[in-house]
């Protein structure tokens, strides 16, 4: 159906209407189906958004550590209407793809992962005390502001 967003990291195979249809994504280009038929991503849209809110995130230094990202990723996968990962390479392949650099590596995600109980906004953190738990999920809450305050 038009209009409809699909995300995609990675390969992703899908059955519809009896037909097997291949999407990958590169930097940008949907690759459609084994015959190889390429479609590039145009502007805009909610990935211009995502990237554009952590550019500012890290202008104001509210993203001070490599690992934050792990709070943006966890605000974003509990948030419906935001691209959501069963990773953390997921996630920083994503971030990678919609233009960022100096990004913080699979590891250093998965580590502070490990550490984190509950449900954005209500998480708990088992290596820090209350202040740091409430700046990093002022982390996550910052971000979904900025995101919400640009999605009209």
């Keep these: 159906m038009a209009g409809n967003n699909i995300y995609v990291q990675g390969s992703y195979v899908d059955i519809h209407d009896n037909e097997v249809v291949n999407l990958s994504v590169d930097k940008g280009e949907v690759h459609v189906g084994d015959n190889g038929k390429t479609v590039v991503a145009e502007g805009g849209g909610d990935n211009d958004i995502i990237k554009e809110v952590i550019q500012q995130l890290r202008a104001e230094e509210i993203i001070s550590h490599l690992y934050d990202y792990t709070w ?10 935001l691209p959501s990962f ?3 390479q997921s996630f920083v392949t994503f971030m990678k793809n919609i233009g960022l650099d100096c990004l913080p590596s699979e590891s250093s995600i998965k580590k502070k992962n ?7 906004p209500d998480l708990t953190f088992i290596d820090a005390d209350k202040t740091e738990g409430d700046r990093r999920v002022n982390v996550g809450k910052r971000f979904l502001n900025l995101y919400r305050s640009r999605v009209k």
């Design 72 to 81: 943006v990723m966890l605000a974003m996968n509990d948030t419906q209407g």
């Design 86 to 88: 069963d990773s953390p």
């Design 114 to 120: 490990e550490k984190v109980l509950g449900v954005f």
